[in-house]
């Protein structure tokens, strides 16, 4: 898109935050002998983000999208660069093109994977993904990684066998226990032992690691974590799991929205109800006349409503269209706060609002 809206819905990203929230992550890896993979497709790519990775110096920057590492690779950053979804096929060539390494659980994408290195004259780097419980990616059958492990190493010239990995909390919300960790590291020594030298890379998860790392109980030969909310919002391990991360700031992200109406109307919609703009059909509490504000933004930009955080205390949001919210403010009208039209209201973001709303193109990036 072209054209550049003035004025709101806006997203201020503070730098100074976020390179903060690298540097403590970082330091906090490096203390257990961890490096860390900074990954970057929660803010789908952001390129003044991703600078921060940079800079601060991060081992590896990752996304899930070949398209942000693709522009990473155009845009001369240095860092080394990972896709940690598993190639399409069709995709192949320009991960090899783009990516200095892949995470990877078919043979067959390995073996196109290593035509494509052999005619670009690479040596493709690739983390064998097990998948030990949580069931999204990686071998469930450990024979066989050991095999494609095998097949890797001896017969797939132009690929490197860097390492192993796993994924938990994303599908199966399985929990990155010490144990569950052990398991990947005890695999990672089966394969060792059969291609009869070590492996550079154990990667033992994503954010939901940490929590081992701020425990100080992570499984040894672990050295590398995934992280990405961990370091743009730091909110799930406070909010979910109850960690102190007081040292890191939880609003790097800030959401503006602008108020375009304000009005007493019935909470209790009036007529014979069918469904909503999403074809819902929809429960509306009665709570006689409320005062009630719409924003200028809606399920377009940010997904989901009921996973918007307002700031300000006594900002309820009821529901959205497309591109309208709307918000409850009587419990601000009762203290004699006065929202008016033109008014702007802020909002922190969780994983999946922030996904969205760093997406839209109607919503205005400010660095600052
Ligand atoms: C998204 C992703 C990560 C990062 O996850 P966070 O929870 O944001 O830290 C790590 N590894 C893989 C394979 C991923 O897809």
């Known amino acids: ?73 155009s845009k001369s950053i240095q860092t080394p660069l990972m896709m940690v979804r598993i190639p399409m096929i069709s995709e192949a060539e320009d991960v090899v093109r783009y990516c200095d390494y892949s995470l990877n659980s078919e043979i067959s994408t390995l073996k196109i994977l290593n035509k494509h290195a052999g005619k670009q004259d690479k040596v493709h780097n690739v983390i064998l993904m097990a998948d030990c419980g949580d069931l999204r990616e990686g071998w469930w059958d450990k024979d066989e990684m050991i095999q494609a492990a095998l097949k890797v190493e001896n017969d797939l010239a132009n690929l490197h066998l860097a390492g192993v990995g796993f994924n938990v909390g994303c599908y199966g919300s399985i929990l990155a226990t010490p144990e569950k960790i052990q398991e990947l590291v005890d695999l990672a020594e089966r394969i060792e032992e059969a291609i009869g030298r070590e492996l550079e890379i154990i990667s033992g998860g994503a954010t939901s690691s940490l929590m081992r790392i701020i425990d100080g109980n992570l499984p040894k030969r672990v050295n590398m974590l995934r992280i990405g909310e961990g370091i743009l919002l730091a909110h799930d391990l406070p909010a979910l799991y109850g960690y102190d991360c007081r040292n890191m700031f939880q609003d790097v992200f800030t959401l503006r ?104 193109d109607n919503i205005q990036k400010v660095y600052i």
């Open 257 to 360: 929205a602008e108020v375009i109406e304000v009005k007493d109307k019935p909470s209790h919609p009036i007529g014979e109800i069918g469904f909503d703009a999403f074809g819902h059909q929809v429960q509306y509490e009665d709570r006689g006349i409320r005062k009630r504000a719409l924003l200028g933004i809606g399920k377009a930009d940010y997904g989901d409503p009921s996973e918007l955080l307002p700031r300000m205390k006594g900002v309820e949001i009821l529901g959205a269209s497309s591109d309208h919210t709307i918000l409850d403010v009587q419990a601000l009208a009762d203290q004699g706060k006065e929202i008016l039209v033109g008014d702007v209201l802020e909002f922190d973001l969780n994983y999946a609002t922030m996904v969205y709303v760093t997406n839209s």
């Open 1 to 73: 898109m072209s054209y550049v809206k003035p004025g709101n819905p806006k997203l201020i990203v503070d730098l100074n935050k976020l390179r903060h929230n690298i540097q403590v992550v970082k330091r906090m890896c490096a203390n257990e002998g961890v490096e860390i993979a900074g990954i970057i497709k929660g803010c789908t790519g952001l390129f003044p983000c991703v600078e921060q990775f940079e800079k601060i110096g991060v081992r590896y920057i990752g996304s899930s999208r070949l398209e942000h590492l693709a522009e990473l690779k």
